[in-house]
């Protein structure tokens, strides 16, 4: 089993940068692809962007394309979401969810068996 704490939200004003946090526990966190979903107000949860277990891959929704990045450290058993040019559009509550198809980029929420809590992000206009 695999718990997740996302940390590193906050408010920031449109254009600015934000770092997203996951830490992992457990000791097989290198075996597990990791996501990024946010849900805004109202809406569905969303894929926001993914990682394959050894890091070499990723994979984004068209929306945060050249903006955002994926990375991770397997050592630290943390993955990151580096969020930049970010837009009021990006407001949302963001969760990391880990994955047992460790070996692939995995966009679809019901692939995730692991959830964090979120850590909420908003983006003055």
């Known amino acids: 089993q695999v718990q997740l704490a996302e940390s590193g939200g906050g408010l920031v004003q449109a254009g600015g940068s934000l770092r997203l946090s996951c830490a992992a526990s457990?000791?097989?966190?290198?075996?597990?692809?990791m996501g990024w979903f946010r849900q805004a107000p109202g809406k569905e949860r969303e894929f926001v962007a993914a990682?394959?277990?050894?890091?070499?891959?990723?994979y984004y929704t068209d929306s945060v394309k050249g903006r955002f990045t994926a990375s991770r450290d397997n050592a630290k058993n943390t993955v990151y979401l580096q969020m930049n040019s970010l837009k009021p559009e990006d407001t949302a509550e963001y969760y990391c969810?880990?994955?047992?198809?460790?070996?692939?980029?995995?966009?679809?929420?019901?692939?995730?068996?692991?959830w964090g809590q979120g850590t909420q992000v908003t983006v003055s206009s």
């Open positions: 969810a880990a994955s047992t198809f460790g070996g692939a980029v995995v966009f679809r929420r019901e692939m995730y068996r692991y």
């Open positions: 457990g000791r097989t966190f290198s075996s597990y692809a």
């Open positions: 990682i394959r277990s050894s890091g070499d891959n990723t």
